[in-house]
């Protein structure tokens, strides 16, 4: 065992224009930067809260982190085991417990000069589809936004739902289809918004402009299972999967067809592959999302995206909504495809 030096520093993504959801309207997102060194190699990791969506509060990992002790066995052979056990009391902080994961991989991975994936044990695959997202927009607006996405290349498009009156949800979706066709998949994500009555009425209305999936339409794991039983409509579980034991109760009772996975909310990539190898062995979709990190973070999601080999595409199109990111990225999106080299 030996202590290793852990430094970080608070950072600020700025959005280009307010992004809306059901919960709230994003118009920068904060986070810190973690930098662990043994003496001679180093690695970077990204802690972005998002408390609204599961996670700890930038308060409260920022004071977490400043009384967290780090010591670690860099042995490579024990490294994961001691590693889980290392981060075991970051459970309640899964920013945070991401961040240091990840600047910890990259430490062991950089000091032996073994990959990400062999490091892991994970194979990757060298092309993602990627979806692009829509916030609160007009009709007219997701329209032309749409439209611009689809020239870009982008074959899923993920629109976010759950208005107050959701007569406009059904008129931004109404418009997608009688202005652009059905060449192209609609994605909705409703965060929750929706009770059962709700739910029921307003996917039935949908139906017939043939929604690839609805992500997160209710909160709890019952009424998912109600919800299930009376529309055809594909459910995908998001907010709900913020940790294995989530993902083990949603798979064992048949409460969703997809699981959205964001590395950010369920503290870093051990716990996501845990998960992805759990939906493997149940014949369950994952699809995994970007939780607007920074591109530093975003590659960590982008890798575990890379092992996932489905119909879906990914949620990983969030570079472009930010100023300006804290470093360039790696990993540009060609005609809705990341490729990875």
Request: aromatic share 10%.
């Given at each position: 065992m030996r202590t290793l030096l852990m430094t970080s520093s608070p950072f600020e993504l700025k959005f280009k224009k307010p992004f809306k959801t059901s919960k709230n309207v994003l118009g920068k997102r904060e986070g810190f930067l973690i930098k662990i060194s043994d003496g001679k190699q180093s690695g970077l990791g990204e802690c972005t809260p998002f408390p609204e969506f599961g996670s700890e509060t930038f308060i409260e990992a920022k004071n977490k982190?400043?009384?967290?002790?780090?010591?670690?066995?860099?042995?490579?052979?024990?490294?994961?085991?001691?590693?889980q056990e290392t981060l075991k009391e970051l459970d309640n902080y899964p920013s945070l417990k991401h961040g240091i994961e990840q600047a910890?991989?990259?430490?062991?991975?950089?000091?032996?000069?073994?990959?990400?994936?062999?490091?892991?044990?994970?194979?990757?695959?060298?092309?993602?589809?990627?979806n692009a997202v829509l916030g609160f927009l007009s009709p007219a607006e997701s329209v032309n936004s749409c439209s611009e996405l689809l020239k870009d290349g982008y074959e899923t498009i993920k629109i976010k739902v759950g208005r107050d009156n959701y007569e406009k949800d059904v008129e931004v979706i109404k418009a997608l289809r009688e202005e652009l066709g059905y060449d192209f998949k609609i994605i909705i994500d409703a965060n929750g918004k929706w009770n059962i009555k709700d739910a029921?009425?307003?996917?039935?209305?949908?139906e017939k402009y043939k929604i690839e999936y609805v992500e997160?339409?209710?909160?709890?794991?019952?009424?998912?299972?109600?919800?299930?039983?009376?529309?055809?409509?594909?459910f995908a579980a998001d907010e709900s999967i913020r940790s294995i034991e989530n993902a083990e109760n949603f798979i064992n009772r048949k409460a969703a067809d997809i699981l959205i996975l964001k590395p950010m909310m369920l503290g870093g990539l051990l716990p996501t592959f845990k998960i992805i190898e759990l939906c493997k062995k149940n014949n369950m979709d994952v699809v995994i999302t970007s939780s607007f990190e920074s591109s530093l973070g975003?590659?960590?999601?982008?890798?575990?995206?890379s092992t996932v080999k489905n119909k879906f595409?990914?949620?990983?199109?969030?570079?472009?909504?930010?100023?300006?990111?804290?470093?360039?990225?790696?990993?540009?999106?060609?005609?809705?495809?990341?490729?990875?080299?």
């Open positions: 982190l400043d009384n967290f002790r780090l010591k670690l066995n860099l042995n490579p052979s024990g490294f994961l085991e001691n590693l910890l991989l990259t430490l062991i991975s950089n000091k032996t000069n073994v990959t990400l994936n062999e490091l892991l044990n994970v194979k990757s695959y060298s092309i993602i589809n990627v029921v009425q307003i996917l039935n209305s949908l997160q339409p209710v909160n709890s794991i019952e009424h998912f299972i109600k919800l299930k039983k009376e529309i055809k409509i594909l975003r590659s960590f999601v982008i890798f575990a995206a595409a990914h949620g990983l199109g969030t570079a472009k909504y930010f100023v300006k990111d804290l470093f360039p990225d790696p990993y540009q999106i060609n005609n809705g495809k990341i490729a990875i080299k």
